[in-house]
Each structure stands twice: as C-alpha cells, then as structure tokens.
C-alpha cells in the first residue's frame, strides 16, 4: 500500500539591508570572523534594540509579493533557548501575531500552495566544527531574517523543488535576499509526514532541519517519505522529532525530540514596542515592487511571442531579463535574440553565478548589430555564431571579425561545387543516407559549412544537396 507525502516548508531568508536588526554593525556575508559585532548584538546587559526599518519595508515587500495579508500590528517576541550560538540566551522573533499571514505561491501546474505566515527575527551565530574544537562567529549574530511557513500542502519532490524555486526567483526580482542556499542566506527546514488517505487527519511529522542545497532536501524528502512507510507498515508509529540529514549516505539521523513551543516560553519582547504599519506606509511598500517573475513571463510569451519555456529561462536571473529587454527595443526579433542568448551565450558562461551576474563584454547594442546582419542574410547562422563566440572571448564589436567580404554570399555555383565536393568526400553519410538515417546528411553540411568557411547558408546547401543526391 502506498503512503500520500505531505511536506511543509519553513524557509529562512537573510535580507540584504546594510546593517542588521536591531543594531548598526555591517550585515555583509564575507568578513573575518567577530569583525561586525557590538554590545548590542552580543547581548551585553543594559542595551537596547532598535528596529530596523528597512528590515520590516523588505520583509512587507516579500509578504505583498506572496499574496499575504500584512497585519498593521504585529508582535515581537523573545523565544528563549540556551545555546553558544545565541548570546542572549534568546531570539528576537514573532510568535503569535506575525507580520504577514495567509498568501499563497502558485506552481507551473497552477496548484497553489499556502504560506501560513511570515515573520521576522533575528539570525544567530555560526558554530564552525574544525579539528575537533568549536569556533563561534558572531558577524551573523542579529542579521534579519523572515521566515516564510507553508502549509503542509505540497505532495511531492518535484513540488518542493519548484516552490524552493520559485521562492528563490521571487525573491531576487524582489532584490531582498540572494537566496543562496549555499551560502546560507536561504535555509529551508521540511516538516515531512505521510497518510494512507487524503481524507486521514494528517500523520506525525518530522522536521529536518536546515538544508543548504535543494538536491540534499529532495533526497531527505524522499529517505524519509521511505523511512515513515516503511515503519507504519510494520505496525510502528513515527516519532515527533527533529532529524538531521546526513549528506554522506543521505539518510537522517535525530538531532533531538522535538520542543513544543512551550519550552521556548515565548513572551513579547519587553525593550521593543508593537510593530505598527499605517495603510499609507503599507501601499508606498507595494508602489515599489518591480515587475514579477510570472508577470514578465506572461508578458514575454504575450508580447514577443515567445514559447513559455524560452520565457522561463530568459527571467529565471534579473540581468538577464534586462540584458533581453534591452536587446529587444533595439532589434525586433525577440526570437533570434532568445536563441542566442539562451544558446551561444549560456554556453559561453560556465556556471549559474556567471548566469546570473551576466556580466558579459558583449552590449546589448553589439548583439543586436550582429543579428541584423544575420536577419539581413549578409551573414549565416554559422557564422553569426562562430562570430559571437570571438566576441564574447574578446570584447570586440563585430566588426573586428566581420568584412566586406564576409557580407557577399555565396553565389550558387560556388556553393554547388563545395556541396558536390562535399559529397565525394564523404560516401559512407551518403550511403548511410541512401540507407534512410536522415541524421547522415548533416556530416555532408558539415563539410560544406568547412569549405565555404561559415558562409554557406544550410538550408540552401541542405537543398542542393538532396538535388544533386536527386
Ligand atoms: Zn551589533
Ligand atoms: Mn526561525
């Protein structure tokens, strides 16, 4: 019999302000350690907290963009725990009365998964594990966060990845948080539980704590969907607790039982007032939100009759959607240039940070002058590419590689004697295609492509050929 899977997430989301929440040390990521710290941060008796404003506008901002409702009063509190990487021996968060409750994200498939609420706190510090001692850093120490809770609706693997994503994608146009899981700035705990039947109340659930890739939390989604099966099967019954997952063999390992929130003894945070919005403050907040992921895909596949998936993959990086939009107001052929774009470019950067700086020695404006050759037919598409490649190695415009005589296309007779020369050439992808493997022509284009060095275009030399082939 097989189990229904029923996860919830709890991401957390470091926010990019200039200094942390409650006091005016630098947020920044990459310092030597205990550099950003003040009394404040490490909790000396007598100091006092001070919100960040900018936290709570970025923290509207996330909640507005996820369909929330922002509540004009919401709480802070102190949850209280005793650990090296908390100094005060508590974390500013929001417990009962959060500032952003009941929005929802919508998948590709169009299901909607629920966000329950989103809070702000306070980060702790970073235990670094090295030679068998324990090494704190307290830049961390009081970095805002929000924490963005679903509702336990999401039912597979493949639906936690694209709500990771998506949140992920959202975020950035958002320019709020950098998301980078493996940095740390965004860490999602998984409440995982299975039922026989959806109309069961919900199973016990285990929370694990703390992924830092999405590959490592689909894989201790899956272990534990497994592990709760398996034990229910055999009659057992799954324990509340919280688990660890352990990247070496992929399973999860108890870390401790889980707390109820009782033994955090939450209270609200005497030194801080209520958080108060007025509706005024809330709309100049929503007035500031850029164009979002799936308006801009709509638009894209609407606008520039592009295929959704061309779409997703232009806006899945601001800059490249910039870089895009740019090139198309100069050129009007959104098409030619996602292609190249999405092809030569991409392939060009090797990495998904290189992806997404976009920081690339090609303009828009030297882009769009080399397609219009293309589009003119002064040029191939085998030499336009060839000729981006140059371009993009070496910063130069097009015209460092192109010449007039590049511009003069072949004349036919030209091109027949390459494609007949080609032919000869090459009997065994002739006879492979006298044999019907349609594929074997593209060996003879090749060829031909070689001797009229990029400047045949292969649809015409494709149809000499099949002539001359008869
Ligand atoms: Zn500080
Ligand atoms: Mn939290």
Redo the contacts with the bound molecule.
Sequence with gaps: MSYLLQVGL?T?LELKTKSKIFCSCENSFSSLPNTHCCPVCLGHPGTLPTLNGEAVRLAVMAGLALNCKIQKNSIMDR?NYFYPDLPKAY?I?QFDVPLCRDGFLTLSSGKIIRIERI?I?EDAGKLIHKDGKVYIDYNRVGVP?I?IVTHPDIESVDEAREYVQKLQRLMRYLGISDCKMQEGSMRC?VNVSVRKEPTEPLGTRTEIKNMNSVSYMTRAIEYEYKRQSELLEKGGRVKRETLRFIESDGSTQPMRSKENADDYRFLPEPDLLSLTLTHDEIEAIKAKIPELPDEKIKRYTECFGLSPEDSENLIKYPAVANYFEKAAQIFGRPKMLSNFICGQIFAFLKTEEEKESFDIPVTPENLCELLSLLEQKKISNALAKETLGKMLQSGKSCGAFLSEEDFSVLDENTLKSFCREALEENQKALADYKDGKEKALKAILGAVMKKSKGKAQAEKALKIIKEIIG
Excluded: A, F, N, T
């Design positions: 709890e957390h949850k974390q968060s809070h706190e966060l924490e705990d």
